[in-house]
């Protein structure tokens, strides 16, 4: 699940991108939990008592702490936070390059090219690195998301394979691994009872089968057929219209 801000003193226009966002994603099947906020001294704030954001839209001139200044003191706070501005005003854009902003969408917004960079940051935040740790005979490991290809599962043991060619195995129930990385941001995909798969590290698929990039084939059990081409081909629209 992704956490996005939204901060501008016009709170119906606020209320419209946020309806952009959660219609977009449910186009895309992106789990999204969003959060709006009509000032920038408010945002900070938030931020300061604990709120942590994946992505946040900021306007420019506010009444009560502009987006400029906001976005200043979020980056001391966060290094990693994606920050959109969107405003009517557009000299301030040599101050928006020091602040490391990922985009500048000017008002009025239109929709269709609002949604294609929100997939653009959603992207880039899917390819940061997360961490998968898990506990085994008194240890506990760390593995980067990104390098794991699928996880197998087998009675009471789960094994991890890596792009590298290492595996890893601990004790526990596929089921709730899934759980635990839904709320990260690798999408991985339940092809079997047995696999769950890193959407990023799938060559080509069939039917009934995936093709991961070190050939690697998996079957895809009957049952999950129709859901999984739904989800991975709601996943590659979304990395097409990037």
């Not at 900021?58 to 200044?69: F, H, K, P, R």
């Not at 090219?113 to 992207?123: D, G, I, V």
């Not at 996880?151 to 009471?156: A, C």
């Amino acid at each position: 699940m992704i956490k996005v801000a939204i901060c501008d003193d016009d709170n119906l226009f606020a209320h419209q991108l946020e309806n952009i966002i959660l219609n977009t994603c449910d186009k895309e099947s992106i789990k999204v939990d969003t959060e709006i906020y009509l000032s920038g001294f408010t945002l900070e704030k938030g931020i300061l008592t604990s709120q942590k954001f994946d992505l946040i839209y900021l306007d420019i001139q506010m009444e009560n702490g502009d987006g400029i200044s906001a976005a200043k003191n979020i980056r001391k706070m966060d290094d990693n936070v994606i920050i959109i501005f969107v405003s009517s005003y557009d000299r301030y854009m040599m101050e928006l390059f020091r602040l490391d902003v990922f985009a500048f969408i000017k008002k009025p917004v239109e929709p269709d090219s609002f949604s294609k960079t929100f997939l653009e940051a959603n992207q880039k935040i899917c390819s940061k690195n997360f961490f998968f740790t898990f506990k085994y005979r008194n240890q506990e490991f760390k593995i980067p998301c990104k390098d794991i290809l699928y996880y197998e599962s087998r009675g009471r043991q789960i094994s991890i394979h890596e792009k590298s060619g290492e595996v890893h195995v601990f004790n526990g129930k596929l089921s709730d691994v899934e759980k635990n990385l839904e709320k990260w941001k690798i999408p991985f995909l339940r092809i079997h009872q047995s696999y769950l798969v890193n959407y990023f590290l799938i060559r080509s698929r069939t039917k009934s089968e995936v093709i991961l990039i070190n050939g690697t084939i998996l079957s895809i059990s009957e049952d999950r057929q129709k859901k999984f081409g739904i989800d991975y081909g709601k996943m590659l629209r979304g990395e097409i219209n990037v």
